[in-house]
C-alpha cells in the first residue's frame, strides 16, 4: 500500500525543461490519470517516478521512503510502457511470467496467474508465439499483462491502451477499472486521451508545458475548468470560445460580443461580475461547450435569449449532429439531435444555456468562477 508524493520536481534535458516544479500527492489506491498533448511532461514524469530518469530536483516519495537515490528494482513499481519492451527470444507466456520467476514464485503458481491476466486480456490464443510474431495491439497488451501480474505498490501505464483498435480500447477501459478495484492498489496512468483519463480516472492531473494545469475528478476537469487551457484540451467536440466585453443592462450583467448580447441570468453569476473590478474595461472570453447551446425554433421563441446565426455545414456523428454556425464572423460549433434537418446558408437561431456559460480572463487566461 503506497501513495506518490511529488514535490517542487523538476527535469531538464539540456536547456529543456520538461518538467517545471511540479507538486502533486497521490494518494494510496487511486487511480489517477495524467493527461496533456505531447511533449506536455507526463511521461518524463512517470519515469522519474519509476527511477528510469535521473531526477534533476524535487523529491518523490513512494509511501513514506524517499526514492530519489533508490534503483527502479526496489522502489516495487510495475510499469507497462507504449514501447512495449517485449524480449524477443521469448514467447508471450514467457515474457509475463518473467516477473514471477525473477521472484522464484512456484510454477504452479506462475502458470494460474498468468492463465488469469491472459484471459482477462485475450491474450490466451497467443501465449506460445514470439513478439515479433503478434500485431502492436497483441504486443501492447503483453506488456500491459506483464505489469498488471506484478505484487506492486504502484503501477505505472504508459499509454498501455493507445495502440488497440477502438472495440478493444472501450473494452480495456472498463478491465483497467475492473482490475484496479480488485488490486486496490495505486495506478498512475499517463494518456493524451480525455476519454481514458475521464472514464477510467479516480483523479485526472492536466498537464501542458511541464506545469500541471488542474487536478481534480473528471467531473471537476469537464465542468469546472480552472483556464484556458483546460476547457479547450477536455471536451469533444471541443468549447467554443467568443472574445467578449461584460457589461450591465436594466440591472442585468450581458456578454457582449460583436452586436449580440447573451444575458447571464443567474443572481449568483451576476454577484461575481458585480465584485470584479473596472469590470466594463477588461476583456473577457465567453466559454460554452456545443452541448449547451439549443437551435431554437420558432414556436420557442419566447423560452429565453436568441441569437441569429447561419448554418456553415453539418456533420452527422450517428447519434448526434454537430451543426458549425457563423455567428457574425465567428464559428460555433452546436451538438444536437441526428433527427435535426437543416442546410448550409439556413439562418437559425441559438440559445445559450447561462447556467453552464464559463468566463475566463483574456489576459491571464484564468476562469471566473460564476
Given amino acids: 500500500m503506497a501513495g506518490v508524493i511529488l514535490k517542487n520536481l523538476w527535469k531538464k534535458y539540456g536547456k529543456v525543461e520538461a518538467v517545471k516544479g511540479i507538486h502533486l500527492n497521490i494518494e494510496d489506491q487511486e487511480f489517477v490519470a ?25 523529491e518523490i516519495y513512494i509511501g513514506d521512503r524517499l526514492v530519489n537515490n533508490l534503483d527502479p528494482a526496489i522502489r516495487n513499481i510495475a510499469m507497462a510502457f507504449e514501447s512495449y519492451a517485449l524480449y524477443p527470444p521469448m514467447t508471450v507466456f514467457e515474457n509475463i511470467a518473467f516477473p514471477l520467476r525473477a521472484m522464484k514464485f512456484p510454477e504452479n503458481v506462475i502458470r494460474e496467474k498468468v492463465q488469469r491476466i491472459t484471459e482477462i486480456l485475450e491474450l490466451t490464443d497467443v501465449l506460445n508465439k514470439y513478439p515479433k510474431g ?14 498488471l501480474i506484478r505484487d506492486a ?71 469546472k475548468p480552472q483556464d484556458l487551457f483546460v476547457a479547450d484540451f477536455v471536451g ?95 464559428q460555433l460549433l452546436v451538438e444536437t439531435s441526428p433527427d435535426f434537418i437543416g442546410e448550409s446558408d439556413d439562418v437559425i437561431r441559438l440559445r445559450f444555456h447561462p447556467d453552464h456559460l464559463l468566463l475566463f480572463d483574456k489576459k491571464s487566461e484564468k476562469a471566473i468562477f460564476l
Avoid: W
Fill in 153 to 223: 505498490d504502484v503501477y505505472l501505464l504508459d499509454e498501455p491502451i493507445s495502440h488497440l483498435d477502438t472495440k478493444m480500447r472501450n473494452r480495456m477501459r472498463a478491465e483497467l477499472k475492473r482490475i484496479h478495484s480488485e488490486l486496490g492498489k495505486t495506478m498512475i496512468y499517463v494518456t493524451h486521451d480525455q476519454i481514458e483519463a475521464l472514464a477510467m480516472a479516480d483523479k485526472v492531473v492536466v498537464m501542458n508545458f511541464g506545469v500541471i494545469h488542474q487536478v481534480g475528478t473528471p467531473a471537476d476537469i469537464y465542468f
Fill in 236 to 330: 469533444e467536440p471541443p468549447m467554443n470560445f467568443i472574445d467578449c466585453t461584460v457589461g450591465l443592462e436594466e440591472e442585468s450583467f450581458n456578454a457582449c460580443f460583436d452586436q449580440f448580447h447573451i444575458k447571464i441570468a443567474d443572481k449568483t453569476k451576476q454577484s461575481v461580475l458585480a465584485d470584479i473590478p473596472n469590470l466594463e474595461f477588461q476583456s473577457f472570453i465567453l466559454g460554452i461547450r456545443p452541448s449547451n447551446i439549443d437551435i431554437i425554433q420558432k414556436d420557442q421563441m419566447d423560452q429565453g435569449t436568441t441569437v441569429e446565426g447561419r448554418i456553415f455545414t453539418l456533420e452527422p456523428l450517428g447519434d448526434s449532429k454537430i451543426v458549425h454556425v457563423l455567428l457574425g464572423d465567428k
Fill in 34 to 58: 495524467f493527461l496533456g498533448p505531447s511533449g506536455c511532461g507526463k511521461t518524463s514524469t512517470m519515469r522519474m517516478i519509476a527511477g528510469l530518469e535521473k531526477i534533476t530536483s524535487g
Fill in 134 to 147: 503478434l500485431s502492436g495491439g497483441h504486443q501492447q497488451r503483453v506488456s500491459l499483462a506483464r505489469a
